[in-house]
T-cell receptor, first 115, second 114 residues
Framework: DTGVSQDPRHKITKRGQNVTFRCDPI?????LYWYRQTLGQGPEFLTYFQNEAQLEKSRLLSDRFSAERPKGSFSTLEIQRTEQGDSAMYLC?????????????FGPGTRLTVT | AQSVAQPEDQVNVAEGNPLTVKCTYSVSGNPYLFWYVQYPNRGLQFLLKYITGDNLVKGSYGFEAEFNKSQTSFHLKKPSALVSDSALYFCAVRAVTGRRALTFGSGTRLQVQP
């Protein structure tokens, strides 16, 4: 049973560059979530997909951020024109839908450092 | 808006002693409540959840949590702490109706001393 995987695990980029992260959820999970976690804080919600539809977006998700889940399987999160404030751990989670199946399972995260 | 408060940045307990990590929440309507644990360089691991029913829920690794609606609390407990329980613990909430996103607390570092 493979869990949620994320790639890359670490990314160092210069301010102004674009970056893209990938998340592969647990295979039978139809819901996928992106969160951001900064040092000393809990994860903060960014966006949520059910199958390929993006159903929720946080106000944290500025115009420079875009997420896709084109075939309802893996997802990508792109940050354009990165800023130093984007430095954080980006976490992906997945879950099943249905009664009582509300827990989300998290990947190891992608740590982004913007220099 | 929903929120979670974890009032203790760190909890220290001796191995073999009982432990409690505190969590209070605010949400419109009824809550779904969760505890996660984060070890260094690893992702968040699900420990347990309260959805409905019995106020005392049991989870992984001997942890349990008690839902108290009147006090809007969901404290994490374990009867006998292990050194290997040392980690960062997060409480999370979402409303029964509305957004699917979880709102997390800021975390409590549990340090179990041998």
């Amino acid at each position: 049973d493979t869990g949620v995987s994320q790639d890359p695990r670490h990314k160092i980029t210069k301010r102004g560059q674009n970056v893209t992260f990938r998340c592969d959820p647990i295979s039978e999970h139809n819901r996928l979530y992106w969160y951001r976690q900064t040092l000393g804080q809990g994860p903060e919600f960014l966006t949520y997909f059910q199958n390929e539809a993006q159903l929720e977006k946080s106000r944290l998700l500025s115009d420079r951020f875009s997420a896709e889940r084109p075939k309802g399987s893996f997802s990508t999160l792109e940050i354009q024109r990165t800023e130093q404030g984007d430095s954080a751990m980006y976490l992906c989670a997945s879950s099943l839908s249905g009664e009582g199946r509300y827990e989300q399972y998290f990947g190891p995260g992608t740590r982004l450092t913007v220099t | 808006a929903q929120s979670v408060a974890q009032p203790e940045d760190q909890v220290n307990v001796a191995e073999g002693n009982p432990l409690t990590v505190k969590c209070t929440y605010s949400v419109s309507g009824n809550p779904y409540l969760f505890w996660y644990v984060q070890y260094p360089n690893r992702g968040l691991q699900f420990l347990l959840k309260y959805i409905t029913g019995d106020n005392l829920v049991k989870g992984s690794y001997g942890f349990e949590a008690e839902f108290n609606k009147s006090q809007t609390s969901f404290h994490l407990k374990k009867p006998s702490a292990l050194v290997s329980d040392s980690a960062l613990y997060f409480c999370a909430v979402r409303a029964v109706t509305g957004r699917r996103a979880l709102t997390f607390g800021s975390g409590t570092r549990l340090q179990v001393q041998p």
